[in-house]
T-cell receptor, first 112, second 115 residues
């Protein structure tokens, strides 16, 4: 069965700090990978996605993620966070079924 | 602006009752997926509808059922509500076909509270 693990449940950073959120998945076949963000009081929004090609994917708001197939990982990064990045971040994977499997989420708090 | 809308925004029901949640997909999308997001958890896949037929189901009992209409809008029905059904219910629409999968766009959700 497919599964997604997000090891960081709660991350607290100061503005301008660098961010890396871990995401590992378990599935041996071809995958589509996603990072979604949920700002306070708002709906889930797509940050970035990987379908194929360049394993380094750039998304909105300065976020990027790297797909490392050998490690079954798709970690999210941002060189310098802002207070407005405070949100819940979800990694999701789709394998050979039609459903998205989400991780439990990482709550990011950025202090000015 | 994702274009996916859901109604109602909030709902309070009593254990044993039935509820219907509604979703209008984004223009041009033909597929709707429903998710349950319990407090502090990631969304859990309930089922997906493609061209008015169920096209995949997660680990949810049969009392969770759905419909998709010709205009691709969708309903989620839950019978015999239980306290554990209290959650945010998310609808997501996407365009699928010809072996291609595209990203899902989420609506704001319906917050269901079962007392």
């Amino acid at each position: 069965a497919q599964s997604v693990s997000q090891h960081n449940h709660h991350v607290i950073l100061s503005e301008a700090a660098s961010l890396e959120l871990g995401c590992n998945y378990s599935y041996g076949g071809t995958v589509n990978l996603f990072w979604y963000v949920q700002y306070p009081g708002q709906h889930l929004q797509l940050l970035l996605k990987y379908f194929s090609g360049d394993p380094l994917v750039k998304g909105i708001k300065g976020f990027e993620a790297e797909f490392i197939k050998s490690k079954f990982s798709f970690n999210l990064r941002k060189p310098s966070v802002q207070w407005s990045d405070t949100a819940e971040y979800f990694c999701a994977v789709r394998g050979n079924t039609d459903k998205l499997i989400f991780g439990t989420g990482t709550r990011l708090q950025v202090f000015p | 602006e994702t274009g996916v809308t859901q109604s109602p925004t909030h709902l309070i029901k009593t254990r044993g009752q039935q509820v219907t949640l509604r979703c209008s997909s984004q223009s041009g999308h033909n597929t709707v997926s429903w998710y349950q997001q319990a407090l502090g958890q990631g969304p859990q896949f309930i089922f997906q509808y493609y061209r008015e037929e169920e096209n995949g189901r997660g680990n949810f009992p049969p009392r969770f059922s759905g419909l998709q209409f010709p205009n691709y809008s969708s309903e989620l029905n839950v019978n015999a509500l239980e306290l554990d059904d209290s959650a945010l219910y998310l609808c997501a629409s996407s365009l699928e076909g010809r072996g291609q999968f595209y990203e899902q766009y989420f609506g704001p959700g319906t917050r269901l509270t079962v007392t």
